[in-house]
């Protein structure tokens, strides 16, 4: 069953609107916002990656406001535990009756939000990284052997720097697989930097954005992505590429890679499809659709070989060699 044509437009101008209301405030970010966009309609998570300065914290804040989403920001330190995510439970004394009681009382952490931004992700150990795994898998916690389920809608974005930065530490490949895409920020071009300068500082300018009416249906537009169509010849040529990334694949360029996608791979492409065919109107996913999305939601889940490095290939010309579409 496709999606009912009034919920289409409803959708179509929530994303127009994002995008005009974003960029009163952020110059040049039409691609990231609709990959956000894609993210948030597929109900995934989002990485996104860049050196200091280029307005990642910014972009987070502002849709947070923009779409009035209950927002927590986690700033990741080394010395951060994972009691700081998640909560803790603490020890409380109850005075009334004749003797006095003790028990204890699970205090809720930052991660019960609708929207985490986790800044700067990597500059936290390994051990505190895995908090986030059973939140952005389950959507719930589990703290002193009880499980809390956490708010709806609820996405985390975490921002990563490079890797070559002092500081820091790579993600576990499991985490990593549980973000549905990641997006790579880059310098702004000249005119657009220009623009940049004359905007001045944007947090200030975060009460000027209008907030959006519609975000209260982001749970119910989340549930018509799965009624958009996926024409079989499609589904076919879209495993095959995820197939083509594994070493043992076969694939000339197969060599080229450490590792490939799995299984989870497919189907967050296959979803992320799905949502962007509904930003666009679309009651079915096309082949220059699928194409879109491809390389946000496989490129943080390849890891590239030696004789790659060594012959300065990039994981988007090594993918663009191994779409079947």
Same mark, same amino acid.
């Given at each position: 069953?496709?999606?009912?044509?009034d919920?289409?437009?409803?959708?179509?101008?929530?994303?127009?609107?994002?995008?005009?209301?974003i960029?009163?405030?952020?110059?040049?970010y039409r691609?990231?916002?609709?990959?956000?966009?894609?993210?948030?309609l597929?109900?995934?998570?989002?990485?996104?990656?860049?050196l200091p300065?280029?307005?990642?914290?910014l $972009?987070?804040?502002?849709?947070?406001?923009?779409?009035?989403?209950?927002?927590? &920001?986690?700033?990741? !330190?080394?010395?951060?535990t +994972?009691?700081?995510i998640t909560?803790?439970?603490?020890?409380?004394?109850?005075?009334?009756?004749?003797?006095r009681s &003790?028990?204890?009382?699970?205090?809720k952490g930052p991660?019960?939000a609708?929207l985490?931004?986790a800044d700067?992700?990597?500059r936290?150990?390994p051990?505190?990284?895995?908090?986030?795994?059973?939140?952005?898998?389950? &959507?719930?916690?589990?703290?002193?052997?009880?499980?809390?389920? $956490?708010?709806? +809608?609820? !996405?985390?974005?975490a921002?990563?720097?490079?890797l070559?930065?002092?500081?820091?530490?790579?993600?576990?490949?499991?985490?990593l697989?549980?973000?549905?895409?990641?997006?790579?920020l880059t310098? +702004?071009?000249?005119?657009?930097?220009?623009?940049?300068a004359?905007?001045g500082?944007?947090?200030?300018k975060?009460?000027?954005?209008?907030?959006? +009416?519609?975000?209260?249906?982001? !749970?119910n537009?989340?549930?018509l992505?799965? #009624?958009v169509?996926?024409?079989?010849?499609?589904?076919?040529?879209i495993v095959d590429?995820?197939r083509n990334?594994?070493?043992?694949?076969?694939?000339?360029?197969?060599?080229?890679?450490?590792y490939?996608?799995?299984?989870?791979?497919? #189907?967050?492409?296959?979803?992320?499809?799905?949502?962007?065919?509904?930003?666009?109107?679309?009651?079915?996913?096309?082949?220059?659709?699928a194409r879109?999305?491809?390389?946000a939601?496989?490129a943080?889940?390849l890891?590239?070989?030696y004789?790659?490095?060594?012959?300065k290939?990039?994981?988007?010309?090594?993918?663009?060699?191994m779409l079947?579409?």
């Amino acid at each position: 069953m496709a999606p009912k044509k009034d919920s289409e437009e409803a959708i179509w101008s929530f994303c127009e609107a994002t995008r005009r209301e974003i960029s009163k405030i952020l110059i040049g970010y039409r691609e990231v916002v609709d990959n956000i966009l894609t993210a948030l309609l597929a109900h995934g998570h989002v990485l996104i990656i860049g050196l200091p300065g280029l307005g990642k914290t910014l $972009l987070v804040r502002s849709l947070a406001h923009l779409w009035n989403l209950e927002f927590k &920001r986690i700033q990741f !330190t080394p010395d951060l535990t +994972p009691s700081d995510i998640t909560g803790s439970e603490i020890l409380q004394e109850n005075p009334g009756g004749k003797t006095r009681s &003790r028990y204890f009382e699970f205090v809720k952490g930052p991660i019960f939000a609708n929207l985490i931004l986790a800044d700067e992700i990597n500059r936290a150990t390994p051990r505190t990284q895995s908090a986030l795994l059973q939140a952005m898998e389950e &959507r719930e916690v589990t703290v002193g052997g009880k499980t809390y389920n $956490l708010p709806e +809608p609820f !996405t985390v974005m975490a921002t990563q720097n490079p890797l070559e930065l002092e500081g820091t530490f790579p993600l576990p490949e499991a985490q990593l697989d549980r973000f549905l895409l990641s997006i790579e920020l880059t310098y +702004p071009e000249r005119e657009d930097e220009i623009q940049i300068a004359l905007l001045g500082s944007g947090i200030e300018k975060l009460t000027t954005l209008n907030q959006l +009416p519609g975000h209260q249906q982001l !749970t119910n537009w989340q549930k018509l992505v799965d #009624q958009v169509a996926v024409p079989d010849s499609l589904l076919r040529k879209i495993v095959d590429t995820v197939r083509n990334t594994r070493p043992q694949s076969g694939h000339r360029f197969a060599r080229y890679l450490d590792y490939g996608a799995g299984p989870r791979a497919t #189907q967050f492409l296959i979803r992320a499809a799905r949502a962007r065919s509904l930003m666009e109107g679309s009651p079915v996913v096309t082949e220059k659709i699928a194409r879109s999305i491809v390389h946000a939601v496989l490129a943080h889940r390849l890891k590239p070989s030696y004789l790659a490095i060594s012959e300065k290939l990039t994981i988007r010309e090594i993918l663009d060699e191994m779409l079947e579409f």
